[in-house]
Structure formats: C-alpha cells, structure tokens
C-alpha cells in the first residue's frame, strides 16, 4: 500500500469520526465533545493537504527543481500545525463561552459509544499510517500519524472527563476538560511547526545513515586516498552527500573517474534514497574557501 493510499484513507476515516464526533457532540450538548469534532476538522485539512504534498512531493525532477520536489512534505507537517492553533484557539473561545454559561449534559451513554468508535478508528489508522511513515521517511505520513494519535488521546480524556462529570455533577468539569485538550493539542501543533522548519533548513541525515555513509568511506581508504569536507542533507525521503576525494595526481583521470563512480555506488547501495557529490582533488591539494563552491 503506497504513502498516498494511507493519505486517501485517512481523508475517508476524518469524514467518518466527523459525523460520528458532531453526532455525539449533537447529542451530549458537551463542549469537550464539540472541541474533538473540530479536532477532526483539522485531521481532515490535514490529510487533503498531505495528500497533495506527497503527490507534489513524488514529481521527479525539472529544469527549476533540478533535486526534487522531496521538501514539499514539511510544508504539509507545517500546515497542519498551523491548522491545530487554529483549532485550539476556537476551542478555547467555546469553552469559555461554556464556562460563563453553564449548561446540563443529556445522552451521554451515547455520545461516549460515538466518541469512543470514532477514536479506535483513529487509533488503528495512526498505528498503520506511522509504520508506513517509517520505512518510507514520509514527514507527510508521520505528520498525519502524529496527529490522529493526537486526537486518539485527546477523545480517551474528553470520555474519562465526561465519565467524571456524570458522577459528580461537577458541569464545569467539561468546558475544563475542554481547555485542557486545546493545551494537549497545542503542543503537538508546536511540536510539528518545529520539525517542519527543522527539516527546510537542510538538516543533516540521521545518526544511523552518517555510520553507514562513514563505514563505506572507511573501505575505500588508502595510504594514497582520504575523504574530507563530508556534509549530508536530508529532504524529504532522499539523503544527499558531498565530499572531497583526494587521490595520488600522477593518477590518469580515467582511473580517478572509475574509482568515484565505484564510491558513489557503494554510497547508494549502502543508503538506497542516497545521491552523492563527490569532488576528485590531488593528495596534496586542500580546498580553500573560494576555491570550491559547495554543492547543493
């Protein structure tokens, strides 16, 4: 099942647990169960705009994105945190307007059994859709994944919550709850902006892909052979590697070329989304500033 597939069901599952989470808000009067429904609102902005970054995202190549379209899918992580302030901040406004005018709770025993449905659809999604996230390095997926575990715990608190409420009678109980899931929401908003931003601004790879990166380096050197000035990015699902190779300079360019095509394929098979850059200089020859530009 690819990256997109998830995303197209996760679009289907938010329009499910939005009618299912208005139906149980409808029907409690709960202003915790109105502040999941929106929450659901965003799981399904977010999954649509995912969709179309990962679409965006999986574009090969042009002449105006001669590396890719990888980084379009922070801009979806990015989104859908912008769309969880959003979110949070109409939930505050309603749960003040609540708490200033208090109102009894009818039908729960209904609305927890909606609430509750919605959430393990959620749950089972989320599980599905991080997995998939992790072995194809989707931020999109992760992002969308994060967020419906988000919402997941958030229902579970709004139904404990409402559980509470019923038998102490303490109303203000849910316009309280109600602010406590803006907060809880929130962070994760805050938590996805950062790792959106994180991820424009050229981060390196993983710790785990720079070993594999150096143990290949590691077989190719020799007495007359040495690797320096290595830098790593990472956009999106692909790594990028450049380098500086420095070999003996009565080396024919033939036999220079033949040995950094060899690196550069065992660079990539080692790490299969890598691209590597690699600079052939003599032995006794340091690249100065000014003197090469880097590679982007």
Do not use: C
């Not at 989104?79 to 505050?92: D, K, N, P, S, T």
């Not at 089972?124 to 994944?145: I, Q």
């Amino acid at each position: 099942m690819q990256v997109s597939s998830y995303l197209k069901l996760s679009v289907l599952v938010a329009l499910v647990t939005i009618v299912l989470k208005t139906a149980a808000w409808w029907t409690t009067g709960s202003v915790s169960l109105l502040s999941d429904a929106l929450e659901s609102l965003v799981n399904l902005a977010g999954a649509m705009f995912a969709l179309a970054m990962v679409t965006l995202a999986a574009l090969p190549p042009d002449d105006k994105h001669p590396y890719g379209h990888h980084k379009a899918e922070y801009f979806s992580s990015g989104f859908e945190g912008i769309l969880i302030f959003v979110a949070a901040l109409a939930i505050v406004v309603a749960a003040v307007q609540r708490w200033l005018h208090p109102q009894p709770l009818e039908s729960l025993g209904l609305g927890l059994v909606l609430s509750l449905v919605s959430s393990a659809l959620n749950g089972a999604l989320a599980w599905a859709m991080l997995r998939k996230a992790r072995e194809h390095r989707s931020m999109a997926l992760e992002g969308d994944a994060r967020h419906l575990y988000t919402d997941v715990w958030t229902s579970v608190g709004v139904v404990g919550g409402l559980i509470a409420v019923h038998f102490t009678g303490w109303i203000w109980l849910d316009p309280l709850i109600a602010i406590l899931v803006a907060l809880n929401i929130l962070r994760e908003g805050a938590s996805l902006v950062w790792r959106s931003a994180d991820g424009l601004m050229d981060q390196a790879v993983e710790p785990e892909v720079q070993a594999r990166i150096d143990q290949v380096l590691q077989e190719f050197a020799h007495p007359t052979i040495r690797f320096d000035h290595v830098s790593t990015r990472r956009a999106g699902a692909r790594n990028f590697v450049d380098l500086h190779m420095h070999m003996p300079a009565a080396w024919s360019l033939g036999r220079a070329a033949a040995l950094r095509g060899s690196v550069e394929q065992a660079l990539m098979s080692a790490v299969p989304s890598l691209r590597a850059s690699i600079q052939l200089l003599p032995w006794d020859v340091e690249a100065r500033s000014g003197d090469v530009h880097d590679l982007i």
